[in-house]
């Protein structure tokens, strides 16, 4: 211990002198330091400004180990010059993304008003569109076997990041999911179906298969890095020979493993699931006299098609590749129709699962047994919708052992139906909602919802009181008015946009306004302006096609089985084009002459006289065929026909709410 000290006693004086070294040697290490990771942060940020440029090479052996583990989502998005999903950076591109190229026109959503030039307004409940993605959470869905799968919409990588806030969306009842293209892009389509556990979605001239991401190698966390996707399975340009036009519906048929689309030019399309091959089902032809008969809804009985048909007063049945239709019912026209005749002629859906299921616009059902004119009969198919509202039916669907589902797409709402007691159960939407196809799931059904699939159970149904919500159009369509002095909406399917014109194989994108059912309409009455606007077009030195131009088109019409861009304008004959901003244009058609005061570039206020009605480019105006004036009457929102991509039920859904109900 003496030694101990001994030795420690010189040292004594030296402690502070060693403290205080120690105190400088401590202080420069850290400026030294903190002088190095101050430089090294601004190479970093250097850095990460030439790591971009390495992006694009180190991206395409991203791309194929992405592609090796099954998550298709990311590895489109590079190539698409969209959102990039695993940086949240926006590429830009000199390419078109395949997403714009993909994507169906939304259906008609409200819009704020904003000025001609500005830029697009943003959707009710969307993200910012610089994000173009909804609100990233784990959302549960149904499948149509009954069972629930719980997965996060996109990779956790891609959650972890901050999102750019939202617009609140009300909360909906059910579960969802979003539905989003291979580019992770927003997709709405307008049906949906199922068939051997999963589901298909139809768009304008589009259709895509629901599919899961694979689960990352080595990852055995469950529902990790696992996401849905709307994978392509779009149709060619021509099938069979037949140029694809707009599709307005589809069913499953289970026995051929394929699915049947209607396209509103009336051909049945067929998609092969396992082979994933397109055929042609059946061209729709110029077979009967007039009027032509209009498909508006299609459903399949276990072994052949039947398609409801309006304009005749008929349900078809359908064999495949059959040239020739089987009627339900003997052949009697609407107008000739008497007591103890059957009536389909305001039907707008059908559905069968051993009964056939017609739904008309009033939201009535009537039930046929049999199916074929010999033994087919009517039966009652008594039920009451819960509430007051009048019912605005849009679809009817059902399947074996599920109840009848009607959509009410401008109520907001879903009704489910007992066929055996007409016990009826409701289920309602948001008023931002925009309901579209359904399919009968397990225990309840999964609604297309805008670019959402949502899911409902049967015991989730609202209480009868339960207030609807219906549904807001789009305001640039407020205050128009009929462009006929006092005018009044036309009463049947067959005038409407989106109805078929077989003469020339094309489709209608207008209304017809006919003398009768409230409108007065002869040759020389006044067409007037729905709303002020700038004229942007004006046929003043028109000349109409004579007999042999007529016929030349009409033959060229037939050859190609579709109506040419070129050939649609001439049957619209002499025309005025009026530009109302916002992106929306209406046209006058079939004009027998222009109101000699106006010009082009002229500003009209509405009701302002645009031209006189008459029957140029319908060849009625041949000689000795001047008959059936009408005025053909057109509203275009950001490049398509009002009623593009929607069912007939949809599309008169839309115009009463611009219009009014029409006179019966």
Not at 76 to 104: K, M, W
Not at 340 to 366: E, P, W
Not at 372 to 377: E, P
Not at 566 to 592: K, P, S
């Amino acid at each position: 211990m003496t030694e101990q000290k001994n030795q420690a006693g010189p040292l004594e004086p030296g402690k502070s002198r060693v403290r205080f070294v120690a105190g400088i040697a401590l202080l420069v290490t850290g400026f030294v330091f903190c002088r190095a990771f101050s430089v090294a942060g601004s190479e970093a940020a250097s850095g990460s400004i030439l790591a971009q440029k390495s992006v694009s090479s180190a991206r395409s052996t991203r791309t194929a180990a992405t592609h090796e583990a099954g998550v298709h989502l990311n590895h489109h998005s590079s190539r698409a010059g969209g959102l990039d999903l695993q940086h949240g950076q926006t590429q830009t591109h000199t390419e078109i993304p395949p997403s714009v190229i993909l994507q169906p026109h939304p259906p008609i959503r409200q819009f704020p008003l904003v000025h001609q030039h500005s830029s697009l307004p943003q959707q009710a409940g969307s993200l910012p569109r610089s994000s173009m993605h909804p609100p990233v959470q784990s959302h549960a869905l149904v499948q149509p076997n009954g069972q629930i799968h719980t997965q996060p919409d996109f990779p956790e990588s891609h959650q972890a990041r901050p999102q750019p806030p939202a617009k609140p969306v009300e909360q909906e009842k059910g579960r969802s999911i979003a539905l989003v293209d291979e580019s992770g892009k927003p997709v709405m389509p307008g049906a949906v179906v199922s068939q051997a556990g999963k589901f298909y979605f139809l768009g304008p001239m589009h259709l895509w298969s629901l599919e899961w991401t694979q689960q990352a190698a080595g990852d055995n966390r469950s529902g990790s890095a696992r996401h849905a996707f709307l994978k392509a399975c779009h149709p060619p340009a021509a099938i069979d020979k037949i140029p694809v036009q707009e599709f307005n519906n589809m069913i499953s048929v289970p026995p051929r493993k394929s699915l049947v689309i209607l396209s509103k030019a009336g051909d049945l399309f067929e998609y092969f699931t396992e082979s994933g091959a397109w055929h042609q089902y059946r061209a729709n032809l110029w077979l009967t006299g007039s009027p032509d008969p209009d498909y508006v809804d299609l459903a399949f009985n276990g072994r052949d098609i039947i398609l409801i048909d309006p304009e005749r007063n008929d349900i078809w049945v359908c064999p495949p590749a059959s040239r020739y239709l089987t009627p339900y019912f003997r052949e009697v026209m609407p107008w000739a129709v008497r007591r103890g005749d059957y009536y389909v002629g305001d039907g707008i859906a059908i559905a069968y699962d051993g009964f056939t299921y017609l739904l008309r616009k009033n939201g009535a059902i009537s039930k046929f047994a049999g199916n074929s004119k010999a033994n087919v009969r009517q039966l009652k198919m008594p039920f009451h919708a819960p509430g007051r509202a009048r019912m605005r039916p849009s679809r009817l669907v059902t399947a074996p052992g599920s109840p009848l589902y009607i959509v009410e797409r401008e109520n907001n709402r879903v009704l489910s139906i007992d066929k055996k007691t007409g016990q009826t159960h409701q289920f309602v939407f948001s008023k931002t909602s925009d309901l579209r196809g359904l399919a009968p799931i397990k225990n309840g059904f999964a609604v297309v919802n805008g670019d959402r699939l949502v899911t409902r159970q049967i015991e989730t149904a609202d209480p009868p009181g339960a207030e609807i919500h219906p549904r807001s159009f789009d305001q640039r369509l407020d205050g128009i008015g009929i462009p006929v002095p006092g005018g009044q909406l036309p009463a049947h399917l067959g005038v409407f946009p989106g109805a078929r014109r077989l003469y020339r194989y094309g489709i209608h994108a207008g209304v017809d306004f006919f003398n009768g059912g409230g409108n007065k309409v002869v040759m020389g009455t006044p067409a007037i302006a729905a709303d002020s606007g700038k004229i942007i077009r004006i046929d003043r030195n028109f000349s109409d096609m004579d007999a042999a131009t007529f016929n030349r088109v009409m033959s060229q019409c037939a050859r190609e089985h579709h109506t040419s861009d070129h050939n649609e304008d001439l049957f619209r004959g002499c025309q005025v084009w009026i530009d109302h901003g916002n992106r929306m244009v209406t046209r006058y058609a079939h004009l027998d002459r222009i109101n000699a005061k106006l010009k082009k570039d002229a500003f009209v206020n509405r009701k302002d006289i645009v031209g006189y009605i008459g029957v140029s480019g319908t060849g009625q105006n041949l000689p000795g065929k001047a008959k059936y004036p009408h005025l053909h009457f057109e509203i275009w929102l950001d490049g398509h026909y009002v009623g593009y991509g929607l069912t007939p039920g949809e599309t008169l859904g839309v115009y009463e709410n611009i219009f009014g109900t029409p006179r019966k």
